[in-house]
């Protein structure tokens, strides 16, 4: 696949190998036997998942971290356009289709990033294994209202560390529960940063908060709970 906005992928410092690779992980996803990630035309791939994917990095302490996680990461974004751009940091895609995970398992393979780990199951029951408080970030792209994916988000979070839910623009109320539920799992919210992936995107923003303390131990709570009745709901 062409890739058609070099000077973007210049400014977050992806050089032409990269490039390159980025470009092969196009054609993995136009040649996916299953529209794997809802978009088949090129240029939005680009915009839609490759550039908005970048755009993270704009963000403080994203390019630092050692460690990342995905939560829903669908057919692999920001997972692996992540993995090609931060080659030593380790990036945990988290998404519970099993069809989906192996797709990001092959493109994974295929463009050879030794740094991508798969974990095919739900947010809810990843923050209870043993990976729980070890990640500097977790990031995810439109997974769920604000409240919720704190809740999947926090509980994988070391203290110190960032999340970054990425959204467009959310109403006051959907706000102040966000706020609400990371004060109960241990953060505070930081910064709402406008990220900018291309000249003439949509609005779209990256809610940031930062873990000040352990997450208590009974979050997330199990499979559906925290989408059917979300933290910070009056």
Same mark, same amino acid.
């Given at each position: 696949? !062409?890739?058609?906005?070099?000077?973007? $992928?210049?400014?977050?410092?992806?050089?032409?190998?990269? &490039?390159?690779?980025?470009?092969?992980?196009?054609?993995?996803?136009?040649?996916?036997?299953?529209?794997?990630?809802?978009?088949?035309? /090129? +240029?939005?791939?680009?915009?839609? /998942?490759?550039?908005?994917?970048?755009?993270?990095?704009?963000?403080?302490?994203?390019?630092?971290?050692?460690?990342?996680?995905?939560?829903?990461?669908?057919?692999?974004?920001?997972?692996?356009?992540?993995?090609?751009?931060?080659?030593?940091?380790?990036?945990?895609?988290?998404?519970?289709?099993?069809?989906?995970?192996?797709?990001?398992?092959?493109?994974?393979?295929?463009?050879?990033?030794?740094?991508?780990?798969? &974990?095919?199951? &739900?947010?809810?029951? $990843?923050?209870?294994?043993?990976?729980? +408080?070890?990640?500097?970030?977790?990031?995810?792209?439109?997974?769920?209202?604000?409240?919720?994916?704190? +809740?999947?988000?926090?509980?994988?979070?070391?203290?110190?560390?960032?999340?970054?839910?990425? !959204?467009?623009?959310?109403?006051?109320?959907?706000?102040?529960?966000?706020?609400?539920?990371?004060?109960?799992?241990?953060?505070?919210?930081? *910064?709402?940063?406008?990220? *900018?992936?291309? +000249?003439?995107?949509?609005?779209?923003?990256? $809610?940031?908060? &930062? !873990?000040?303390?352990?997450?208590?131990?009974?979050?997330?709570?199990?499979?559906?709970?925290?989408? !059917?009745?979300?933290?910070?709901?009056?």
């Amino acid at each position: 696949m !062409k890739l058609n906005h070099d000077p973007a $992928y210049a400014k977050y410092g992806l050089d032409p190998a990269t &490039r390159r690779q980025l470009s092969l992980l196009g054609d993995l996803i136009l040649g996916a036997g299953f529209n794997v990630s809802g978009v088949r035309d /090129h +240029e939005e791939i680009e915009r839609t /998942h490759f550039l908005d994917s970048l755009s993270v990095l704009s963000i403080g302490g994203i390019a630092e971290a050692r460690d990342i996680a995905d939560i829903g990461s669908g057919a692999g974004f920001p997972a692996l356009v992540l993995a090609l751009a931060l080659p030593s940091t380790g990036i945990t895609a988290v998404e519970s289709i099993h069809k989906k995970c192996a797709h990001i398992q092959k493109c994974a393979a295929i463009l050879k990033l030794h740094n991508v780990d798969v &974990r095919c199951m &739900r947010a809810e029951e $990843y923050g209870h294994t043993n990976d729980r +408080e070890s990640y500097d970030v977790v990031v995810s792209r439109a997974v769920a209202s604000l409240p919720v994916v704190c +809740e999947y988000s926090m509980p994988l979070l070391r203290t110190g560390g960032l999340m970054v839910a990425m !959204k467009t623009t959310i109403s006051d109320q959907e706000r102040i529960q966000g706020v609400t539920a990371l004060g109960i799992l241990g953060a505070d919210l930081l *910064d709402v940063v406008e990220l *900018d992936p291309f +000249e003439g995107s949509h609005s779209r923003r990256a $809610y940031v908060a &930062r !873990k000040t303390r352990s997450t208590p131990s009974e979050f997330p709570r199990r499979a559906g709970i925290p989408s !059917k009745r979300p933290l910070g709901q009056m």
